[in-house]
Every structure is written in C-alpha cells, then in structure tokens.
C-alpha cells in the first residue's frame, strides 16, 4: 500500500492527495492499479516512480474531472486529475512502495 504525504499551506491548502492501490495483494505475473487522485489543483506532473526489485511500474493514462455545484446561489467549482498506474509483481514476495512526491500546480 502507498501512502502519499501533502504539505499543504495557503493558496495550496483545499488542494488534496491520495492513492489507492487495487488489489492490495496479487500473485506473481499479474498486475495491479494504484490510482493517485489529486483534487484542488489545476495541473499535476508525474511523480518520479521508485525502483522496487520485483516490481515494475507503467503509466496507464491521466484522467481529469471537473465538477461545479451551486448550492444556494454559491458556486463551488473542483478539479481532480487521477494518475493510473499499473503494478506488476516478477516475483514473489512482500513489497512496500514507498512514498512519493507529486507536484501540483508546479
């Protein structure tokens, strides 16, 4: 399991980041998805994958949504860019990916 960590202040602080990595387990020669959804920012850049021995890691595409909602004459609009990744396991065993830094609106 991955655990994003954000430091947020200011401007920066409505801007959110998390991952999820579905399965958590899977067995040698399949794949798995860690989606990195980051909600508040305009824009965010590939972070940099950590190199794991028995894992690999490929990018499968970036999804945007943008939604506005108005509630009582006040408007709210939020963006949120979703970076997929697929995790594939060469060989057995116990993996910890490690945390990663995701720059947004850089």
């Given at each position: 399991?991955?655990?994003?960590?954000?430091?947020?202040?200011?401007?920066?602080?409505?801007?959110?980041?998390?991952?999820?990595?579905?399965?958590?387990?899977?067995?040698?020669?399949?794949?798995?998805?860690?989606?990195?959804?980051?909600?508040?920012?305009?824009?965010?850049?590939?972070?940099?994958?950590?190199?794991?021995?028995?894992?690999?890691?490929?990018?499968?595409?970036?999804?945007?949504?943008?939604?506005?909602?108005?509630?009582?004459?006040?408007?709210?609009?939020?963006?949120?860019n979703v970076?997929?990744?697929?995790?594939?396991?060469?060989?057995?065993?116990?993996?910890?990916?490690?945390?990663?830094?995701?720059?947004?609106?850089?």
């Amino acid at each position: 399991f991955c655990i994003v960590l954000v430091y947020a202040s200011g401007a920066w602080a409505n801007v959110a980041v998390t991952a999820e990595l579905q399965p958590d387990k899977i067995q040698q020669g399949e794949s798995a998805q860690l989606q990195i959804r980051i909600s508040g920012g305009t824009s965010a850049a590939q972070p940099v994958l950590p190199s794991v021995d028995g894992l690999s890691f490929s990018f499968a595409g970036n999804q945007t949504q943008h939604s506005v909602t108005i509630i009582n004459g006040r408007m709210s609009a939020v963006s949120q860019n979703v970076l997929v990744y697929l995790i594939h396991a060469s060989k057995p065993g116990i993996y910890s990916i490690p945390s990663l830094n995701i720059e947004v609106d850089g």
